[in-house]
T-cell receptor, first 114, second 110 residues
């Protein structure tokens, strides 16, 4: 079966701009979680969506937002980009939650803010 | 809520063993282990549920002590393919998302 698809793979944006990243989970998976990965901080949890509802949110400013569509595809948006937002953004898909099984990650979107 | 991993980095020769530790300050429902190779996405290795069970496949196994909220990953007779960064991830009781540790960079050399 197809894996988790994230688009685009690479992005270069200028400070102050906004960006939208997309994630298509594995077919049948209804939970999508987003993580920011940087060399110094590891994987930091952004938010998690299940059946179009945000169930959990990490400690990121309001500039980071997301949504999930009825087909479970998810998008995250970052407004007013800052240099510190440069990172690898990973999307993880699971059936409903990670209690019984692990996440399947997408290849990520590498965002560079200049 | 981020688990603490140790060591931060380890270098092994092929055939040697290693242990990676993971500790959480929260009561845990489960612990997950992932491996990420350079430039790739993290890949799920195994999950350990409450009950202190030890799981594993091939020469990689793990244990979970729920009373201490600690888990350890054991790599025996390491192979070059084991190189990568290993992350533990904790699922606190009642939570729906994982919190990842800071990672342990494992390098296996010939």
């Amino acid at each position: 079966k197809a894996g988790v698809t994230q688009t685009p793979r690479y992005l270069i944006k200028t400070r102050g701009q906004q960006v939208t990243l997309s994630c298509s989970p594995i077919s049948g998976h209804r939970s999508v979680s987003w993580y920011q990965q940087t060399p110094g901080q590891g994987l930091q949890f952004l938010f998690e969506y299940f059946s179009e509802t945000q169930r959990n949110k990490g400690n990121f400013p309001g500039r980071f937002s997301g949504r999930q569509f009825s087909n479970s595809r998810s998008e995250m948006n970052v407004s007013t980009l800052e240099l510190g937002d440069s990172a690898l953004y990973l999307c993880a898909s699971s059936l409903a939650n990670p209690r019984a099984g692990g996440y399947t990650f997408g290849s990520g979107t590498r965002l560079t803010v200049v | 809520q981020q688990p603490v991993q140790s060591p931060q980095a380890v270098i092994l020769r092929e055939g040697e063993d290693a242990v990676i530790n993971c500790s959480s300050s929260k009561a845990l429902y489960s612990v997950h282990w992932y491996r990420q190779k350079h430039g790739e996405a993290p890949v799920f290795l195994m999950i350990l549920l409450k009950g202190g069970e030890q799981k594993g496949h091939d020469k990689i196994s793990a244990s979970f002590n729920e009373k201490k909220q600690q888990s350890s990953l054991y790599l025996t007779a390491s192979q070059l393919s084991y190189s990568g960064t290993y992350f533990c991830a904790s699922l606190p009781t009642g939570a729906n998302n994982l919190f990842f540790g800071t990672g342990t960079r494992l390098t296996v050399i010939p």
